[in-house]
């Protein structure tokens, strides 16, 4: 069953026209959440409302003033605890190949000309494959294939590009 209606009505305690009123007592006649839902409203409309006493705004905003301070103080020690736990145990973790790192230049060195020399060939590996599937692949598909496939690859990058502009174009957030 659809409350949405009746509920707006119940709960803003605005105006409604005499065809609204009729499907709204309608309703009530059959939906027992929206009869409970209409009593507590009247319930709650017939109760004397008490003032606040003297000051009340006052007193409420100093103590969420003091409130603020001291959530602010707590992440505060909460950050630098947290950082301060996780470097320690960044250092204990690291610790032992930070310190062969420290005593071994030159083992450190061959490694990253290690790792320098595989990227490089796996790079020169990954093109010449590359060219020769793309020569090899007008002699494999049909001219009609091969232009599907280009006009695929195509309209993935242009739905690629247009969604990276509407998400530019609606601010995304960046952070809190």
């Not at 959530?71 to 145990?89: P, Y």
């Not at 930070?98 to 030159?106: D, M, R």
């Not at 692949?137 to 195509?154: Q, R, T």
């Amino acid at each position: 069953m659809n409350h949405q209606p009746f509920e707006e009505w119940l709960l803003t305690e605005k105006l409604i026209g005499p065809k609204e009123k009729l499907e709204l007592d309608a309703h009530l006649r059959l939906c027992s959440y929206c009869s409970a839902l209409a009593e507590t409203g009247k319930a709650l409309r017939v109760v004397k409302k008490a003032s606040p006493a003297a000051g009340f705004s006052m007193r409420f905003q100093a103590r969420l003033a003091v409130q603020k301070a001291a959530d602010q103080r707590r992440k505060l020690w909460g950050t630098v605890l947290f950082t301060a736990g996780g470097l320690a145990m960044l250092l204990w973790l690291v610790g032992p190949y930070l310190a062969s790192f420290v005593a071994a230049p030159a083992t450190w060195i061959a490694a990253m000309v290690e790792w320098a020399v595989f990227l490089f060939t796996t790079l020169q590996a990954v093109s010449q494959a590359g060219s020769v599937l793309l020569r090899m692949l007008p002699g494999i598909l049909s001219p009609f294939a091969f232009m599907v496939l280009v006009s695929a690859f195509a309209g993935v990058g242009l739905l690629w590009s247009v969604s990276i502009w509407r998400l530019v174009q609606q601010g995304i957030p960046r952070g809190v």
